[in-house]
């Protein structure tokens, strides 16, 4: 029977359109004059003779023509099953009336007038057939299409109006089955809305293992998307996929639809005025110039290249030693630099090669070489101590010896403000750098070498931007390493405006030997304001113990290891003025030339025996206030300085 059912239902769903409106047209003629009958038998108790008698039959096929008439007229067989709702059942109420009233006056006229009540009844018995009728088809064409296809079981997720509509909409769905609501409400708790039943949230993993759910639906367009994050991260932690919805008057058009977090733009977060556009000035120093970049994919040499088309060099050489971010700003900038007739080579490779370190300023006539390239992640460099020391001291002294040989006029380090007194590895191989750099200033009588030491730039790669977007995006917690640590910030575009313009200072014939030029960031900023205002910029509120009902906490996790409170730009005592108001100039203490050839011949067994002990050891001997805080280094005294 069940076989013999569905492959009818099946042959159903196979017909074309036209001839489903003649299957529903013919329901509604045979319900007409059945409707009649049984309303007879309910009025008489049973069919007698009396209302059997011959004035009767005519009504039937007036009725069974009647009810064609009014049914297409009102265009109810064009209504698909799926469709027939609450606007479809007034269209057949309509037509139950008309043909109600109809069937009145032709008995009269026929000499077999109905009483009211008959008509009434009649209509009432119609109406409930016909749209029986379409519910029994339905329930039974859906049996027969869920049968064939997988079925995908759902949580609806908010038992409120959004909730209500996705599941009248899901219940004639062919595969998604509506299985019950959860809801945070406890008044809704345990209530039966549109037929479904409404649980806790903490029933989902008993509920979802029970009825073998595949997939909670979120149904509250109105909870900010922190918290839908939220909700969504513990519900994926039960292996259940989870999809949020819009509401139905946001499809519409009279609610916006609230859009994935946008990036926060970097500059809204200084709380001070930026460094306006120079491009102008120190645009000679570069202008006609080949300059090699190093560490051209990252954050802040990407954006020294972007800055350095608009001075009009005649070349940039594009070094980084990851394929993918040197495909990625080799693409971005051929563009540009075609427009303005400014060639780009790209050269894949790391500053602690030595051969293509030389023949990349042989070969490519390098007048400026600006050094970003670094490892600066403060954890990463702390846990793989050589690997840092190598590429940050090492590469520097490789890359400042073939400027040196190749006769190139400027040598540009980027430097960091935790080189000084540092407390991390990362920034005591920086500080180490610096010392390579100050070393060749001294012994140079080519290449002019400076460096530009500035704090963090807000939206560079391991910044707390893109971490706290991150985390603001997933609906928090947002962490913090500490509530009264602080830290100097700059965006990127002003950082490098202002390197860019303290590269073009100095000229052959006029460096000091040991001088560091320290960009003024302005005063210090504490990291958990800028968590606080980053949340609010985003548009929500922090959940604290004075607002318990705010979108996203702020979680204090501790400084990690080398991490200090509060970070300096300065080793020593004053600072001398420059052409520019945010370029300050320091000359600071370096190694002699004995100390730092010792130095870096140290290194190199460090390096060749892979010893992050002794690289660390190094550290605390050559870098003035390191004091390493990992526990199995071994302090040295320090040796002679100049």
Partial sequence: MKRATRSLFSIFAGMSRRFKRIVFLSVDVVVAPLSLLLTIAVLHNDLTPLALSLNVWPLFPFLAAAAALFSTALGIPKIKLKSYESQ??????????????????FGGVMGYPLPPVAIILFGLIYFLSSVGARAVMLRALLWVLRSEQ?????????????????????????????????????????????????????????????????????????????????????????????????????????????DALAPITPGKLLGRKQVDPMVAEGSDAYRGKVILVTGAGGSIGSEICRQLIEHGPSRIVLMEISEAALYAIDRELRDDSRLKDIEIIPVLGSVTDSRIARAVMTGNGVQVAIHAAAYKHVPLVESNPVAGMMNNVLGTRVLADAAEAAGVERFIFISTDKAVRPTNMMGASKRLAEMVVQDMAKRSRKTVFSMVRFGNVLGSSGSVVPLFNEQIARGGPVTVTDPEVTRFFMTISEAVRLVLLAGSFTHPGASRGGDVFVLDMGKPMKIIDLARKMIEVSGYTVRDAENPEGDIDIQIIGLRPGEKLHEELLIGEGLLTTPHSKILRAHENSLSELDMAIALQDLGRAVMRADGDAARNLAITYVEGFQSQSPGAAIKQPQSRS
Avoid: N, W
């Avoid at 509250?220 to 996929?241: E, V």
């Fill in 150 to 258: 997988p079925r995908c079981r759902v949580i609806i997720y908010g038992a409120g109006t959004t909730g209500m509509q996705l599941a009248a909409a899901l219940k004639s769905h062919d595969s998604i089955v509506p299985v019950a609501f959860v809801d945070d409400s406890r008044s809704l708790q345990s209530l039966t809305i549109a037929g479904l039943r409404v649980h806790a949230p903490e029933r989902i993993s008993v509920i979802a293992k029970k009825r073998q759910i595949d997939r909670v639906l979120l149904a509250m367009p109105s909870m900010s998307a922190p918290k839908q994050a939220q909700i969504a991260r513990k519900l994926q932690a039960l292996g259940i996929d989870v999809f949020a919805v819009p509401s139905f008057a946001q499809l519409a058009g009279t609610e916006a639809i609230v």
């Fill in 88 to 105: 479809a059942i007034l269209m057949t109420g309509a037509g139950a009336a008309l043909l109600a009233a109809a069937l009145y006056v």
